[in-house]
């Protein structure tokens, strides 16, 4: 066994397929999760099956610690990865800042946003680093998921500027594992055309519950999509210099379809697992994140502000 120590946080299908992902690369292990779950995942091996393949990590291999409450291993470990939904990073944070050692972050959410809700609260001296997750999983009970859609490696960069060599280290342990991970040089580029993905397919997929296959099979939802994908590429070629496309029609033909069809075709967006499940969902660090950035630029962004206010009519507790 490594002697690198990798902390991930968060007991959802990523973070258990992390966890698994490193112990099978042989590195050190520690799994930060709601006190209540603890005890489950003691029970049972974590089981992970799909389009990586088929792992198990058995119980003695994690160390499972309290999310709310780090010890001090965990506190010194070499990366802790955060897995949680966005919304959630500063909470997660708080601990780690209140203490007097805190190890590199690497984070794992959608959209844009986490990276600088992370600085604020950890402060300058802890590295940052952020990453693009083009993997798609769904779980199937408390220690078992799927992985069902795979379209590159998570691509991870410091999007803040900070030192490559931790995250260098974790990605050559991440080498041994399941899970392909690696260095991207041009990381803003790379969650901008995550986020042009994330705020066209998974809103959609999620009001209409379309996997990703149906949703560009349907003229109306594909229109949709096209829509949407026109305000953001505007917002990108005026915010970041960046077209990943000419217009939302091109986006959808000759950039999106191949990236569907075939490898993700039946897969349902996170959004739509969050809405199913009575969840709140990501949609302040996707569409909001595109709004955002449209009136920094002087534009409008109409679609997405209407697709945000129906997903947020959908998420609970979502009274006047």
Known sequence: MSDYH??????????????????AAGARVSL????????????????VSGLLG???????????????????????????????????????????AAAETCPPVLLLQNGMGSEEIARRVLGPDTPVYSS??????????????????????????????????????????????????????AIRETISFKLL??????????????????LLQNSHSRDVIIGLADETLAAFAAGYDYRPADNGKHYVDEVLSPIIFPRAVSH???????????????????NGA???LSRSVGLKATRHENIMQLIKACEPDSKL
């Open 6 to 23: 990798v902390a991930v946080f968060g007991g959802g299908s990523v973070g258990l397929c992390l966890a698994t992902s490193f112990v």
């Open 32 to 47: 930060l999760v709601r006190q209540n779950a603890i005890e489950a995942l003691r029970q049972a091996p974590i089981t």
């Open 54 to 96: 088929d792992h198990t990590a058995l119980p003695e291999r994690i160390t499972l610690c309290d999310a709310a409450d780090p010890s001090d291993e965990v506190l010194k470990s070499d990366m802790l990865i955060l897995t949680t939904k966005a919304y959630d990073v500063e909470a997660a944070l708080l601990p780690f």
């Open 132 to 185: 693009a997750m083009m993997i798609g999983m769904e779980r199937h009970g408390p220690a078992s998921m799927e992985v069902t859609a795979q379209s590159s490696p998570i691509l991870c960069g410091p999007l803040l500027g900070d030192d490559i060599g931790p995250i260098r280290n974790l990605l050559d342990i991440a080498e041994g594992g399941f899970v392909p991970m690696a260095l991207d040089d």
């Open 197 to 214: 993905f994330n705020s066209c397919m998974n809103p959609t997929g999620a009001i209409t519950k379309k996997s990703y296959g149906e």
């Open 268 to 286: 349902h967006s996170s959004m739509f697992q969050d809405l199913q499940s009575g969840r709140k969902t990501e949609i302040d660090f996707l």
């Open 290 to 292: 595109i709004c955002r």
